[in-house]
T-cell receptor, first 113, second 114 residues
Framework: KQEVTQIPAALSVPEGENLVLNCSFT??????LQWFRQDPGKGLTSLLL?????REQTSGRLNASLDKSSGRSTLYIAASQPGDSATYLCAVKSYNQGGKLIFGQGTELSVKP | SQTIHQWPATLVQPVGSPLSLECTVEGTSNPNLYWYRQAAGRGLQLLFYSVGIGQISSEVPQNLSASRPQDRQFILSSKKLLLSDSGFYLCAWSVQGASYYGYTFGSGTRLTVV
């Protein structure tokens, strides 16, 4: 059964700092991996989608990498801003679970001005 | 472009009352539809998914049920709410038969059972 783990659970950084969020998964049989952002009390906004055949995806200050064989992904945020404060969720579309999206518990990020 | 709508945004219901949450998708046909629940301090749990009208799969035994009366409409229901049904409910859709597509989520419904 696929399990997704995100470390750290919470992170607080000063504005301007570059940071890395980590995601690991136990079953490498995935179709893709998605990073989401969730603001308090809001729905999920998709940030980046990486297919299983890809190594990384970039959008603005965000860069996500995928190492399927080792079951790891990282989300790199450059030059963090207070507006980046949110919970970041990693999810894998698991082949062996019928294509269902399996989530990690999230990393709560606080960027202080 | 495709959009997904959920309503209501917030709901406070007494224990034992019925529940109906609605989700609709626009701009696509025959989507896969999903209901997730996010309890306080916990991750997202898949409750139900549907690959077509009238086709519902349940992931967790519980007090809730789901229905898909139309292609792009997904409803989450309960006959009698429990305190443990409180949480944040999210609807999502994905393209059917295309494993490379990601999921798109709605804005969620905050349900408080009192």
């Amino acid at each position: 059964k696929q399990e997704v783990t995100q470390i750290p659970a919470a992170l607080s950084v000063p504005e301007g700092e570059n940071l890395v969020l980590n995601c690991s998964f136990t079953d490498s049989a995935i179709y893709n991996l998605q990073w989401f952002r969730q603001d308090p009390g809001k729905g999920l906004t998709s940030l980046l989608l990486i297919q299983s055949s890809q190594r990384e995806q970039t959008s603005g200050r965000l860069n996500a990498s995928l190492d399927k064989s080792s079951g790891r992904s990282t989300l790199y945020i450059a030059a963090s801003q207070p507006g980046d404060s949110a919970t970041y969720l990693c999810a894998v579309k698991s082949y062996n679970q019928g294509g269902k999206l399996i989530f990690g518990q999230g990393t709560e990020l606080s960027v202080k001005p | 472009s495709q959009t997904i709508h959920q309503w209501p945004a917030t709901l406070v219901q007494p224990v034992g009352s019925p529940l109906s949450l609605e989700c609709t998708v626009e701009g696509t046909s025959n989507p896969n539809l999903y209901w997730y629940r996010q309890a306080a301090g916990r991750g997202l749990q898949l409750l139900f998914y549907s690959v077509g009208i009238g086709q519902i799969s349940s992931e967790v035994p519980q007090n809730l049920s789901a229905s898909r009366p139309q292609d792009r409409q997904f409803i989450l229901s309960s006959k009698k709410l429990l305190l443990s049904d409180s949480g944040f409910y999210l609807c999502a859709w994905s393209v059917q038969g295309a494993s490379y597509y990601g999921y798109t989520f709605g804005s969620g419904t905050r349900l408080t059972v009192v």
